[in-house]
């Protein structure tokens, strides 16, 4: 069955170091990745989109890879500041309507 | 800035009775989702709605689950006879159109505490 592994469960770091995320997937050739954020007892918010024919993404201090011969891809955030805290999620499609499965997420800290 | 809205924020319940969750999503949006979220764990999949039907559904989403868009602007999930393991967050999410080449814009969630 299709699984989504975010490697970290949480990953410390401190303000204005660059924040490495990873997700990983098996039995699956997803077309689109999404990344999310959430923070506690609110829903996700979404943040990037990246498809299989593009290998990397960027928006503003956020960057996303996407390895489909690896299948993995990288979530960064560079000059990290403390509101950056939050868990981030990894999402691909399970359907064709667009459901979404997540991975469990990881939950960043940044330290000022 | 447009926004999906839930109510309530916190519902308890006893086992074994209804509940009714209820969302709006954004106006112009066509599909439209519920997930949960049960405490530490990750966000799983419930049921994908579109043009006034179920598109497609998890295998959490039992005999005991229905939903419904009684009008233009209200989405509602409904859980006949609740049960401790049903005790979650809920989020409903909504999106222009499917597939995941569309951003899913997922409201702030019901805590429902079944007792």
């Known amino acids: 069955s299709q699984k989504i592994e975010q490697n970290s469960e949480a990953l410390n770091i401190q303000e204005g170091k660059t924040a490495t995320l990873t997700c990983n997937y098996t039995n699956y050739s997803p077309a689109y990745l999404q990344w999310y954020r959430q923070d506690p007892g609110r829903g996700p918010v979404f943040l990037l989109l990246?498809?299989?024919?593009?290998k990397e993404k960027r928006k503003e201090r956020l960057k996303v890879t996407f390895d489909t011969t690896l299948k993995q891809s990288l979530f960064h955030i560079t000059a990290s500041q403390p509101a950056d805290s939050a868990t981030y999620l990894c999402a691909l499609e399970s359907g064709s309507q667009g459901n979404l499965i997540f991975g469990k997420g990881t939950k960043l800290s940044v330290k000022p | 800035e447009p926004e999906v809205t839930q109510t309530p924020s916190h519902q308890v319940t006893q086992m074994g009775q209804e509940v009714i969750l209820r969302c709006v999503p954004i106006?112009?949006?066509?599909?439209f989702y519920w997930y949960r979220q049960i405490l530490g764990q990750k966000v799983e999949f419930l049921v994908s709605?579109?043009?006034?039907?179920?598109?497609?559904k998890s295998e959490i989403f039992d005999d005991q689950f229905s939903v419904e868009r009684p009008d233009g602007s209200n989405f509602t999930l409904k859980i006949r006879s609740t049960k401790l393991e049903d005790s979650a967050m809920y989020f409903c999410?909504?999106?222009?159109?499917?597939?995941?080449?569309?951003?899913?814009?997922f409201g702030p969630g019901t805590r429902l505490t079944v007792t």
């Open positions: 999410a909504s999106s222009e159109a499917g597939g995941t080449s569309y951003e899913q814009y």
């Open positions: 990246i498809r299989e024919n593009e």
């Open positions: 709605f579109y043009n006034n039907e179920i598109s497609e």
């Open positions: 106006s112009n949006h066509l599909y």
